[in-house]
């Protein structure tokens, strides 16, 4: 079992940033792929950004690539979102979640491959 606690959400200008953080506790924090998605009012969950248990790959949405970063340090078993050139699109309630795997090197974007996840942030982008 893992817990995850996401911070850093708040209201930002568009063309702002932010940066969100998810500590991790409980087990092995790099025995987990670690993800974030997204939920804005009226829409369905969406994948933002995914890093390795390596903290080496990542892969990110087409919606923010570019603008978005996924890191890791697992010294501190956390994972981050560094936003940048925020869009009153990025609205949403944001939620870090831990993936059970295997692999190394590797990452879902599916939230269905997620066995745990946090409680979410809000992050407001005002135009």
């Known amino acids: 079992q893992v817990q995850l606690v996401e911070s850093g959400g708040g209201l930002v200008q568009a063309g702002g940033s932010l940066r969100l953080s998810c500590a991790a506790s409980g087990r092995t924090f790099n025995g987990y792929a670690m993800g974030w998605f997204r939920q804005a009012p009226g829409k369905e ?5 995914a890093v390795s248990r390596s903290g080496g790959g990542t892969y990110s949405s087409d919606s923010v690539k570019g603008r978005f970063t996924i890191s890791r340090d697992n010294a501190k078993n956390t994972v981050y979102l560094q936003m940048n050139s925020l ?9 870090c979640a831990a993936e059970t795997t295997v692999y190394y090197s590797s990452s879902s974007s599916s939230a269905r491959d997620y066995d745990y996840w946090g409680q979410g942030t809000q992050v407001t982008v005002s135009s």
């Open 45 to 49: 969950r969406e994948f933002v950004a």
């Open 87 to 95: 869009k009153p699109e990025d609205t949403a309630v944001y939620y």
